[in-house]
């Protein structure tokens, strides 16, 4: 299905099939969910440098298809409660140094970690990053972010983000859809499983099926037209991604599931 801005994760071995002439921008992840929280591990499988070499030659193959593709530099987590890595701030910025020394070519996103709930680490690793000369990348993503619920947290990480990094783009990972509204004017980018949700009214669980992921696919792309974060051209090119990609009976019946929601 066509949507114009990608995340991919070096994880999933069907990212690059997601990848069209069409995108008009990816950031690669790094997979910190996959690994860290659903894995547990407390280091990236077979060292960090190995990750990132990984990243570097999925970078370089997407980049051949979309020339406007980044890279998220591989962070640690301090913010899952089964596996909080508590020196994360510092092997975070370990593997900045590596991959802007080792990688200069690549178009990172310098990843700012920090502790969970608390903004001025994030200010304090913004600061050392300063410091040590490592916010060359004009793209940057602020974390810790993907487990918090707190809207009113967000947004004041958000700005407090923005006043000290005024030249930089600016990612949020994982930001949850209540929270949206409040960052939208402090940050350019976020990255959500939003739409694996939106089949709850229906099912009470998350999307497994076809139908459920199209309609949930959907769900989602109305809210954000509705919101303004895409134009009617970009929804509709979307509709007709998932027309010529399913069956006519399959499309029938998850425009009847939305339809019926809308009345």
């Known amino acids: 299905m066509y949507y114009p801005y990608l995340l991919l994760s070096v994880t999933d071995k069907s990212s690059s099939l997601y990848v069209r002439a069409d ?4 950031i690669i992840d790094a ?28 970078y370089d193959e997407v980049k051949r298809v979309v020339k406007n593709t ?28 590596y991959a802007l020394d080792n990688y200069p070519d690549v178009q990172w996103v310098v990843p700012i970690q920090g502790k969970p709930n608390s903004i001025q680490s994030v200010a304090n690793t913004i600061a050392r990053l300063k410091q ?31 006043q000290l990094l005024r030249d930089k783009r600016i990612h949020m990972f994982g930001v949850n859809a209540r929270a949206w509204k ?24 998350k999307c497994t099926t076809l139908v459920e992921h199209v309609l949930g696919w959907l769900r989602f792309l109305n809210r954000l037209l509705k919101y303004g974060y895409i134009d009617n ?31």
């Not at 940057?140 to 923005?162: E, I, N, Q, Y």
């Not at 739409?195 to 009470?204: A, E, L, R, T």
């Open 132 to 162: 040590l000369g490592l916010l060359k990348s004009s793209y940057v993503a602020v974390a810790p972010t993907c487990v918090a619920k707190s809207s009113g947290f967000l947004k004041r990480l958000a700005f407090t983000a923005r």
């Open 31 to 58: 997979g910190v969910h996959k690994v860290f929280y659903e894995w547990g591990l407390k280091e990236y499988p077979s060292g960090y440098k190995a990750w990132i070499r990984k990243m570097v030659c999925l």
């Open 182 to 205: 409040k960052i939208d004017k402090y940050i350019d980018s976020i990255d959500t499983i939003t739409h694996n949700f939106y089949c709850m009214d229906y099912v009470s669980k």
């Open 233 to 263: 051209k970009i929804y509709e090119k979307a509709l007709q991604s998932i027309k010529t990609n399913i069956s006519i009976k399959e499309f029938e019946t998850v425009m009847r599931l939305l339809n019926s929601e809308r009345r």
């Open 23 to 26: 995108v008009q921008s990816v």
């Open 70 to 97: 980044w890279v998220v530099i591989p962070d640690y987590p301090s913010d899952y409660p089964n596996n909080p890595i508590p020196d994360n701030v510092e092997r975070t910025i370990r593997n900045i140094q």
